[in-house]
């Protein structure tokens, strides 16, 4: 019944109406003397109403995720659990509060982040602490705290959380928003890198989206060191097209000089030396080997020079991903990482190589949207919990021998998940012996092995542990084979 039709039927059925002082008959008498002139009818309720409004509303920047939006919240968390579980990363959370003093160390001064968006307050006892504005440096303190690297390495790790910006609120940007984080500690090899691109190239195609990665390379700090150089030269000449921000960021930190979203400055930026050209033989070998990966896995990427994130703890590769067919603007990244071989060190731990990304949940939630409303409903009647495949049930090992082998297995781990099969793999181990050892610690009942050999004959070994007896299978007939075994 709608709420016209009720105050149509109280007038029919009431002769006169109702004065509204009716309702004070049973009030308290005021202790005040009546005013003899009743000032202009107040809207009282209304007045009420916007307090109790004010008192209810949400801190700017922050919003509910309310039914039915939620169940697509809970899709994109189910998707997430499934593809982080299927690549072998394993849950952790961090709290929600750190000291200051940890981002500061880890982001950077002169970093938008740290300058200008931290939500960081003194508690009661002058502690100074911040609403973490992101999952990295959280992950690294955890890692050099609780002595992760006495765990078999590398340490793969995934979350999703809540994270703290105080910026200017606008579409696709808010103070609390949510990322999907995955981290792989412990690892220097280029796969590494590919594997963590794979995941969320691939977290956002299973929700349908289709994107593009956009990818540079930072190269190591004495890379940089040149290059910086020659950048403050370039910007030096041209100081007078920057805005006030940059001026500043020329003398602190002129690489943040490149994130600017001023248009003069982009203009500037523009024809700025590219790092691309300052980096190290072997900088330049780490890059191209990312780049033959992703051909690999056929991920369309996009060499992006001026990408350098706005993180102060990165070294080599950099990426982002962007919708295909969306115009770009300085809210459209749905996700973002790259490696930070220095941070754990430079946190007090020992010299520990390390790469992640994390997705901006927010972000993606309007993309789905955006594409197709049914399509979004149909993906939140997906799999329930249940269904998800958990780390307590490892099936199958996979482990390969020589480079070309470890190429072809990232793609083939791809292929099984998308036909629903979840392999566990170190892709960073190059020993059989290491990953057959490994094979037996998650008790794997059975081991996929590819070597060189099965590379050129398009074959899969694939051992029953148990037994040691081993079989040959085509590279296409993989994922029947292990059904079968699995169902045998
Ligand atoms: P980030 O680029 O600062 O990286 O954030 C990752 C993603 O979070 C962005 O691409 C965007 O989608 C989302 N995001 C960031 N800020 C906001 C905001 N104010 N409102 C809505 N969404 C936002 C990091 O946070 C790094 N910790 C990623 C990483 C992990 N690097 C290595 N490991």
């Not at 690892?187 to 990818?215: C, K």
Request: with cysteine; proline share 5%; charged share 25%.
């Amino acid at each position: 019944m709608s709420s016209k039709k009720v105050v149509k039927n109280n007038k029919a059925t009431m002769s006169k109406p109702q004065p509204k002082v009716a309702a004070v008959k049973t009030a308290p008498k005021p202790f005040v003397k009546k005013p003899t002139t009743v000032p202009a009818a107040k809207p009282v309720s209304e007045d009420a109403g916007k307090k109790v409004a004010n008192q209810l509303a949400t801190v700017r920047g922050m919003k509910d995720i309310l039914p039915p939006e939620g169940d697509g919240w809970l899709h994109m968390w189910r998707t997430a659990a499934d593809i982080a579980t299927a690549y072998d990363f394993h849950y952790f959370e961090t709290p929600t509060v750190e000291q200051t003093s940890l981002f500061v160390r880890s982001i950077g001064r002169g970093t938008d982040v740290v300058d200008k968006e931290m939500y960081a307050f003194e508690d009661r006892d002058g502690g100074k602490i911040c609403l973490r504005p992101e999952m990295t440096a959280s992950v690294a303190r955890a890692y050099v705290m609780h002595g992760l690297h006495t765990q078999s390495q590398p340490v793969k790790m995934w979350s999703i959380g809540p994270l703290f910006r105080y910026d200017r609120p606008q579409a696709g940007r808010y103070r609390e928003f949510h990322q999907f984080d995955c981290e792989t500690i412990g690892e220097s090899a280029p796969v590494i890198d590919a594997e963590l691109i794979a995941v969320a190239y691939n977290y956002l195609r299973d929700l349908g989206l289709s994107t593009t990665v956009r990818i540079n390379s930072l190269g190591t700090p004495d890379d940089r060191q040149n290059y910086l150089v020659e950048l403050t030269g370039f910007f030096r000449t041209k100081r007078g097209y920057l805005c006030e921000d940059c001026k500043k960021r020329l003398l602190k930190n002129p690489l943040r000089v490149l994130d600017c979203k001023n248009e003069s400055c982009a203009t500037v930026v523009a024809e700025a030396p590219q790092i691309v050209d300052w980096l190290s033989e072997p900088s330049k070998a780490f890059f191209m080997s990312v780049l033959e990966y992703l051909d690999e896995l056929g991920i369309p990427y996009v060499l992006t020079p001026n990408l350098v994130r706005g993180l102060d703890y990165y070294t080599h590769t950099v990426f982002e991903l962007y919708e295909d067919s969306v115009n770009e603007t300085a809210q459209s990244a749905l996700g973002g990482g790259g490696r930070y071989d220095l941070l754990i060190e430079q946190l007090g731990g020992q010299s520990t190589p390390a790469a992640g990304f994390a997705m901006g949940m927010e972000r993606i939630a309007a993309a789905v949207e955006r594409i197709a409303a049914a399509k979004a409903a149909a993906l939140a009647s997906g799999t329930t919990i249940a269904d998800l495949p958990g780390p307590s049930k490892p099936v199958v090992f996979f482990a390969h021998l020589g480079e070309q082998a470890r190429r072809r297995v990232l793609k083939l781990i791809e292929e099984l998940r998308q036909g629903g099969i979840v392999v566990r793999h170190n892709l960073a181990k190059s020993s059989l012996k290491v990953q057959l050892e490994l094979a037996n610690k998650y008790n794997a009942t059975h081991t996929l092995i590819l070597g060189q050999k099965e590379v050129q004959d398009g074959t899969v070994l694939i051992r029953n542990m148990e037994s040691g007896i081993q079989e040959i299978v085509d590279q296409k007939k993989v994922r029947q084979a292990i059904v079968k075994i699995l169902e045998s």
